[in-house]
DNA sequence: AAATTAAATTAGGTTTATCTAACTTTTATT
DNA sequence: AATAAAAGTTAGATAAACCTAATTTAATTT
């Protein structure tokens, strides 16, 4: 059994290598950074998760998850966007309040909790944020990767999920009527800083550069 | 913030007191046993929990909960039978498998999750086991004092709750049809060893005295 | 290639929660 | 009242997860 610190640990690789595509790897600052931990203490815990073999490492080089380490994260993973998604639509939570409760829940063991869980959701494929929910084998849908600041002047797009999950993003997003399904003409891209005028629900807002990197679309 | 173990001491002494009517204080070895930990372990923590003002308690005096410990461990209680409730309404657990999960679900960190899952389990006044779930104020009603090895020969009882929470016990009741709210008529009780002839959904059963004392009835 | 910077590790501590073994205090029994 | 037994505490260790400061190795830049 692992402890809630080894798990978040391996959490936190998948996230750092799930990131950007086909890295699948991590150093020992950016995990200790990503952690808010210190190196150091990084480096402890990296020697314990080799020694359980949940990840391959040797000294000064880089980490990525075994098979056996992907699958537990997964597993955390599966969790805590189940949980997230059961606070959303069962206990009508805010979807900038899920997350870090789900933090918590996400370290409950128990395969029957997560498997009746599943079943009382209806087996969901997104969780709040548009992020796939690994299913009851392991299976992770790729994530969505064209953001709204990718998008043509002109055309028409759905939202579909978010790239950034801070509670201040989360708020803004709602403030502005937006949500996943909603749908995006955008109608301008302003050449100097990326600014872009788009519509929505029949209402003209303009919106940061930094803001449309985060709305994933289809 | 308390943490997972010190909650745990709380509400062990929570249950040691609430047991005996008036008994209100523990000692270090009755506690120590209850958790599985040495006395020497509890007697630290013992001092901890003194310097938090949580309990009252002198050397090589008995332990008593505090006002503000007994809240706490209220609320931890409230959290525990919450979570029993929607494990077994809303998850299909049975009865014997709800306790194990809530032993881990009862740590989780947020307010506003205890209150909306209260609201969504309708707010139950009693857990699967019979067991009075304090309400949002802290208020416990008090427990089913009468045990079905009490009642009279000839008279009838429903039952409303169990005493003994292990898990083959839980099974044993469930296996005999019987579960919170049957009605049991009362046969007769050997003189010898306490065994009672009962009836219940028009079978006749017997069970040993032991049994009788883990029945709670009105 | 040498020097500099960045990345990672090691050494030595701290805190929390646990243990065993030895000791002290309180309670019960003769 | 003396003794024995039970209850409780103290001292000293250990393991997990963290830290700071110093050191080593690897990667970059001149
Ligand atoms: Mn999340
Ligand atoms: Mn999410
Ligand atoms: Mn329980
Ligand atoms: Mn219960």
Redesign the pocket.
């Known amino acids: 059994m692992l402890?809630?610190?080894?798990e978040?640990?391996l959490k936190a690789l998948l996230h750092i290598t799930l990131e950007v595509e086909h890295k699948n790897e991590?150093?020992?600052?950016?995990?200790?950074s990503y952690?808010?931990?210190?190196?150091?203490?990084?480096?402890?815990?990296?020697?314990?998760l080799k020694d359980k073999k949940l990840i391959s490492?040797?000294?000064?080089?880089?980490?990525s998850l075994s098979d056996s380490g992907r699958n537990k994260a997964i597993e955390i993973l599966r969790k805590h966007r189940l949980w997230e998604t059961f606070l959303y639509e069962k206990l009508d939570f805010t979807w900038d309040e899920v997350h870090e409760v789900a933090e918590q829940l996400e370290h409950i063991q128990s395969q029957k909790l997560v498997d009746k869980l599943d079943k009382f959701l209806g087996f969901p494929e997104y969780d709040p944020h548009g992020d796939a929910i690994p299913n009851a084998k392991g299976e992770l849908k790729p994530s969505f990767k064209k953001t709204l600041s990718e998008a043509e002047e002109g055309t028409t797009c759905r939202m579909v999920a978010v790239k950034d999950n801070t509670v201040s993003f989360l708020k803004y997003v709602s403030q502005l009527d937006l949500g996943i399904n909603t749908h995006i003409q955008v109608l301008a891209r302003q050449p100097y800083d990326g600014s872009m005028e788009i519509l929505i629900n029949d209402s003209k807002i303009t919106v940061s550069q930094k803001f449309a990197e985060n709305i994933l679309i289809v």
């Open positions: 402890s809630f610190t080894e978040n640990y991590a150093g020992t600052n950016e995990l200790a952690l808010g931990v210190k190196p150091a203490t990084a480096t402890d815990m990296l020697k314990k490492y040797e000294k000064y080089g880089k980490i």
